[in-house]
Each structure stands twice: as structure tokens, then as C-alpha cells.
């Protein structure tokens, strides 16, 4: 892994485990968590993609929230998804429906 590394690079590792990790079939993945090394390896993965993405979240943060409107579908998101345990697809619609109400009546204004 350490050879891996220093030949490809951090970015590009990360890149091709986060692709054999979530571009392969299940049983796949669970032959290749028996073999020790691999499995120690899969294990960090997942912590290590949602450290990413929180990340790249908190750098987005103050380019994406601009106004009053975002600030609070911001807040009733995270609200929503970690006191209730609701899913995305319901936050994305109801995102969607806020986002197009606010539309709607800004240009009845």
C-alpha cells in the first residue's frame, strides 16, 4: 500500500479506493474484507469519505449560504436528517418545494 502511494499519489490513491470500494459488487467486497490487510483498509475507508465530504461541506458553507432563506433550510436540514433520522430524498424534495415556493412568490412581489 505504502509503494501504492508513493507511486500514485495520495489523491489518486484515495480516488481508486473510493472506486473499487463503491464500483464493485457486494459479494466482491466481502471476499476481499476476509483477506486481513484489505479488510484494515476498508474499514478506514468510509471514515475517511465522510471526513472528506465534511470538509469540502464546511469550506462550501459560506459560499452557500447567502441569505436569510438558505440559512434556515441549512438549519431545518441538519435538524431534520440528525434529530429525526429522515433520509435525503426526502430533504431534497423538500428543499425542492421551498426552493420553488420562494421562487413564486419572489416574482409575485
Known amino acids: 500500500m505504502g509503494l501504492l502511494a508513493q507511486e ?5 490513491l484515495k480516488a481508486l ?4 470500494y463503491t ?9 476481499l474484507r476476509k483477506i486481513g490487510w484489505i479488510g484494515a483498509a476498508l474499514k478506514g475507508l468510509s471514515p ?12 462550501m458553507l459560506p459560499h452557500a449560504v447567502v441569505d436569510v432563506l438558505t440559512a434556515l433550510l441549512l438549519v431545518g436540514t ?8 429522515v433520509g ?13 415556493l420562494a421562487t413564486l ?5
Open 78 to 85: 441538519v435538524a431534520a436528517m440528525v434529530a429525526r433520522g
Open 17 to 20: 479506493l473510493t472506486r473499487v
Open 105 to 109: 412568490v419572489l416574482r409575485a412581489r
Open 48 to 59: 475517511a469519505v465522510i471526513g472528506m465530504a465534511t470538509v469540502a461541506l464546511v469550506q
Open 8 to 12: 500514485l499519489g495520495d489523491e489518486e
Open 88 to 100: 435525503p430524498l426526502p430533504v431534497v424534495a423538500a428543499g425542492a418545494v421551498v426552493g420553488v
Open 23 to 31: 464500483g464493485t459488487p457486494p459479494n466482491i467486497v466481502e471476499r
